[in-house]
Protein backbone atom coordinates (compact mmCIF):
# COMPACT_ATOMS: atom_id res chain seq x y z
CA UNK A 1 0.00 0.00 0.00
CA UNK A 2 1.45 3.58 -1.22
CA UNK A 3 -1.35 6.17 0.00
CA UNK A 4 -1.69 9.31 -1.57
CA UNK A 5 -3.66 12.66 -1.39
CA UNK A 6 -6.35 13.85 -3.42
CA UNK A 7 -7.16 17.90 -3.31
CA UNK A 8 -10.67 18.84 -4.35
CA UNK A 9 -13.00 21.71 -4.61
CA UNK A 10 -14.81 20.48 -1.64
CA UNK A 11 -11.67 19.28 0.42
CA UNK A 12 -8.61 17.46 0.30
CA UNK A 13 -8.71 13.77 1.14
CA UNK A 14 -5.24 11.98 2.33
CA UNK A 15 -5.22 7.87 2.27
CA UNK A 16 -2.61 6.56 4.69
CA UNK A 17 -2.19 3.31 2.81
CA UNK A 18 -3.18 1.24 5.76
CA UNK A 19 -6.38 1.98 6.77
CA UNK A 20 -7.28 6.04 7.76
CA UNK A 21 -8.54 8.43 5.94
CA UNK A 22 -7.87 12.42 6.59
CA UNK A 23 -10.55 14.35 4.84
CA UNK A 24 -9.72 18.51 5.47
CA UNK A 25 -12.44 20.41 5.22
CA UNK A 26 -10.07 23.71 3.23
CA UNK A 27 -11.15 27.46 2.94
CA UNK A 28 -15.06 28.11 2.36
CA UNK A 29 -15.61 26.96 -1.64
CA UNK A 30 -17.26 29.60 -4.16
CA UNK A 31 -20.76 29.52 -4.38
CA UNK A 32 -21.34 27.74 -0.89
CA UNK A 33 -24.22 29.85 1.32
CA UNK A 34 -23.36 31.31 4.71
CA UNK A 35 -24.34 28.23 7.08
CA UNK A 36 -22.69 25.86 4.48
CA UNK A 37 -19.13 27.87 4.21
CA UNK A 38 -19.29 28.32 7.96
CA UNK A 39 -19.90 24.38 8.45
CA UNK A 40 -16.88 23.42 6.99
CA UNK A 41 -14.49 26.12 8.02
CA UNK A 42 -15.65 24.77 11.60
CA UNK A 43 -15.30 20.81 10.70
CA UNK A 44 -11.45 21.27 10.14
CA UNK A 45 -9.99 17.99 9.49
CA UNK A 46 -12.04 14.69 10.29
CA UNK A 47 -10.51 11.37 10.69
CA UNK A 48 -12.56 7.99 9.19
CA UNK A 49 -11.07 4.71 9.87
CA UNK A 50 -11.66 2.12 6.95
CA UNK A 51 -14.30 0.45 8.61
CA UNK A 52 -16.51 3.47 8.65
CA UNK A 53 -16.89 2.82 4.68
CA UNK A 54 -18.99 0.41 2.69
CA UNK A 55 -17.46 1.71 -0.12
CA UNK A 56 -15.63 3.59 -2.25
CA UNK A 57 -15.96 4.54 -6.13
CA UNK A 58 -15.05 7.08 -8.94
CA UNK A 59 -18.20 8.36 -10.61
CA UNK A 60 -16.99 10.36 -13.25
CA UNK A 61 -15.04 13.36 -11.88
CA UNK A 62 -15.59 12.82 -8.44
CA UNK A 63 -14.38 10.28 -5.77
CA UNK A 64 -17.01 9.14 -3.44
CA UNK A 65 -16.39 7.77 0.63
CA UNK A 66 -19.15 5.78 1.23
CA UNK A 67 -20.18 5.84 4.75
CA UNK A 68 -22.04 3.00 6.65
CA UNK A 69 -25.33 3.47 8.31
CA UNK A 70 -24.56 4.77 11.44
CA UNK A 71 -21.09 5.23 11.34
CA UNK A 72 -21.33 9.28 11.49
CA UNK A 73 -23.09 10.96 13.78
CA UNK A 74 -23.47 14.21 11.84
CA UNK A 75 -25.21 12.23 9.16
CA UNK A 76 -27.28 10.13 11.65
CA UNK A 77 -28.99 13.10 13.54
CA UNK A 78 -29.30 15.54 10.50
CA UNK A 79 -31.71 13.42 8.64
CA UNK A 80 -29.43 14.04 5.46
CA UNK A 81 -29.51 17.69 6.13
CA UNK A 82 -25.31 17.66 6.72
CA UNK A 83 -25.30 15.77 3.39
CA UNK A 84 -27.42 18.12 1.33
CA UNK A 85 -25.14 21.26 3.05
CA UNK A 86 -21.89 20.53 1.84
CA UNK A 87 -21.76 17.24 0.22
CA UNK A 88 -18.77 16.24 2.92
CA UNK A 89 -18.10 12.86 1.27
CA UNK A 90 -17.97 13.56 -2.13
CA UNK A 91 -14.61 15.31 -3.75
CA UNK A 92 -14.35 16.17 -7.82
CA UNK A 93 -10.71 15.79 -8.60
CA UNK A 94 -8.25 16.82 -11.40
CA UNK A 95 -6.06 13.86 -10.54
CA UNK A 96 -7.40 10.94 -11.89
CA UNK A 97 -4.43 8.67 -11.64
CA UNK A 98 -4.64 9.24 -7.91
CA UNK A 99 -8.22 8.98 -7.29
CA UNK A 100 -8.28 5.69 -8.91
CA UNK A 101 -5.13 4.47 -6.81
CA UNK A 102 -7.00 5.38 -3.91
CA UNK A 103 -10.20 3.92 -4.44
CA UNK A 104 -8.10 0.93 -5.73
CA UNK A 105 -6.21 0.49 -2.19
CA UNK A 106 -9.24 1.17 -0.69
CA UNK A 107 -11.34 -1.58 -1.84
CA UNK A 108 -8.72 -3.73 -0.97
CA UNK A 109 -8.65 -3.34 2.09
CA UNK A 110 -11.81 -3.28 2.93
CA UNK A 111 -12.42 -6.86 1.28
CA UNK A 112 -9.02 -7.98 3.09
CA UNK A 113 -10.73 -6.83 6.47
CA UNK A 114 -13.73 -8.41 5.47
CA UNK A 115 -15.56 -5.03 6.32
CA UNK A 116 -19.45 -5.18 6.18
CA UNK A 117 -21.55 -3.21 3.92
CA UNK A 118 -24.15 -3.24 6.96
CA UNK A 119 -24.96 -0.53 9.93
CA UNK A 120 -22.73 0.20 11.99
CA UNK A 121 -22.73 -1.13 16.12
CA UNK A 122 -20.90 1.89 17.00
CA UNK A 123 -19.81 5.07 15.90
CA UNK A 124 -16.69 5.20 13.72
CA UNK A 125 -16.38 8.84 12.96
CA UNK A 126 -16.03 11.26 16.01
CA UNK A 127 -18.87 13.99 16.28
CA UNK A 128 -16.78 17.76 16.43
CA UNK A 129 -16.12 18.97 20.11
CA UNK A 130 -19.12 20.72 21.48
CA UNK A 131 -19.77 22.09 24.56
CA UNK A 132 -22.15 21.06 27.59
CA UNK A 133 -24.55 23.83 27.46
CA UNK A 134 -26.62 24.91 24.61
CA UNK A 135 -28.58 28.44 24.32
CA UNK A 136 -31.09 28.60 21.82
CA UNK A 137 -34.54 30.79 21.45
CA UNK A 138 -37.00 29.36 23.84
CA UNK A 139 -35.36 27.39 26.41
CA UNK A 140 -31.34 26.52 27.53
CA UNK A 141 -30.26 23.03 27.08
CA UNK A 142 -27.47 21.40 29.03
CA UNK A 143 -25.99 18.30 30.22
CA UNK A 144 -25.28 17.81 33.84
CA UNK A 145 -24.80 14.62 35.98
CA UNK A 146 -25.70 11.95 33.49
CA UNK A 147 -29.47 14.37 32.67
CA UNK A 148 -30.44 16.67 29.77
CA UNK A 149 -31.61 20.13 31.11
CA UNK A 150 -34.12 21.80 29.69
CA UNK A 151 -34.62 25.40 30.91
CA UNK A 152 -37.75 27.22 29.23
CA UNK A 153 -37.21 30.95 27.94
CA UNK A 154 -40.42 33.12 29.33
CA UNK A 155 -40.60 33.73 25.56
CA UNK A 156 -41.56 29.55 25.45
CA UNK A 157 -45.82 28.95 26.05
CA UNK A 158 -47.56 26.89 28.79
CA UNK A 159 -47.80 24.07 26.70
CA UNK A 160 -43.97 24.05 25.95
CA UNK A 161 -44.02 23.47 29.72
CA UNK A 162 -46.34 21.52 30.30
CA UNK A 163 -43.71 18.43 31.61
CA UNK A 164 -41.67 21.14 34.30
CA UNK A 165 -39.16 23.97 34.37
CA UNK A 166 -36.88 23.13 34.13
CA UNK A 167 -37.21 19.59 33.08
CA UNK A 168 -34.68 16.89 32.66
CA UNK A 169 -34.12 13.43 32.06
CA UNK A 170 -31.73 10.97 32.31
CA UNK A 171 -29.70 10.75 29.03
CA UNK A 172 -30.22 6.59 29.20
CA UNK A 173 -34.05 7.42 28.72
CA UNK A 174 -33.14 8.86 25.42
CA UNK A 175 -33.84 7.28 22.15
CA UNK A 176 -33.26 9.48 19.43
CA UNK A 177 -32.04 13.24 18.44
CA UNK A 178 -32.95 15.15 15.71
CA UNK A 179 -31.13 18.65 14.33
CA UNK A 180 -32.92 20.60 11.40
CA UNK A 181 -31.48 24.03 10.24
CA UNK A 182 -33.01 27.14 10.00
CA UNK A 183 -34.67 27.40 6.29
CA UNK A 184 -35.49 30.84 5.80
CA UNK A 185 -36.68 30.66 1.94
CA UNK A 186 -39.12 28.35 3.31
CA UNK A 187 -40.13 29.88 5.94
CA UNK A 188 -38.94 27.24 8.51
CA UNK A 189 -37.54 27.51 11.84
CA UNK A 190 -34.49 25.20 12.84
CA UNK A 191 -34.71 23.09 15.75
CA UNK A 192 -32.96 20.34 18.21
CA UNK A 193 -35.41 17.28 19.50
CA UNK A 194 -34.85 14.52 21.40
CA UNK A 195 -37.35 11.37 21.58
CA UNK A 196 -38.08 8.89 23.81
CA UNK A 197 -40.02 6.04 24.52
CA UNK A 198 -42.96 7.81 25.56
CA UNK A 199 -42.94 10.63 22.95
CA UNK A 200 -45.96 10.57 20.89
CA UNK A 201 -46.09 9.35 17.35
CA UNK A 202 -47.30 12.55 15.76
CA UNK A 203 -45.38 14.78 17.19
CA UNK A 204 -46.60 18.85 18.30
CA UNK A 205 -44.48 21.45 16.56
CA UNK A 206 -41.12 22.50 17.97
CA UNK A 207 -42.30 25.39 19.61
CA UNK A 208 -44.85 23.86 21.18
CA UNK A 209 -42.95 20.32 22.33
CA UNK A 210 -41.65 20.10 25.30
CA UNK A 211 -38.24 17.77 23.96
CA UNK A 212 -37.49 20.51 21.29
CA UNK A 213 -35.45 23.32 21.66
CA UNK A 214 -35.72 26.12 18.64
CA UNK A 215 -32.43 27.12 17.19
CA UNK A 216 -31.23 30.67 16.20
CA UNK A 217 -30.01 31.01 12.80
CA UNK A 218 -26.66 31.82 14.21
CA UNK A 219 -26.45 28.87 16.40
CA UNK A 220 -27.42 26.57 13.60
CA UNK A 221 -24.13 24.92 13.46
CA UNK A 222 -23.14 24.99 17.79
CA UNK A 223 -27.16 23.15 17.47
CA UNK A 224 -25.57 20.30 15.14
CA UNK A 225 -22.45 19.79 16.74
CA UNK A 226 -24.39 19.90 20.56
CA UNK A 227 -26.44 16.92 18.99
CA UNK A 228 -23.97 15.16 17.31
CA UNK A 229 -22.15 14.92 20.76
CA UNK A 230 -25.65 13.84 22.56
CA UNK A 231 -26.55 11.22 20.18
CA UNK A 232 -22.83 9.47 20.53
CA UNK A 233 -23.55 9.92 24.81
CA UNK A 234 -26.91 7.81 24.43
CA UNK A 235 -25.62 5.53 22.06
CA UNK A 236 -21.63 4.87 22.55
Request: with cysteine.
Amino acid sequence: MTGGELTSTNGTVVWDGIGTLRIRYDAPRDGLGKLASSLRTRLGERILPVEALKAAEVDGPVLRLLLRAGADPLQSVSGGYFDSLIDPYCFPFSDRDVADRIVGEIRRTLARRDVPRTRATRWLVAPPAAPDRLEGRDATLSVEQGELRFAYKRSAGRRKKALGDPWALPLGEITDVEWTPNQRRLGLKGFLRISTARSPEERPKPKHDPAAMLVDRRGDIDALFFAARLLTRIRP
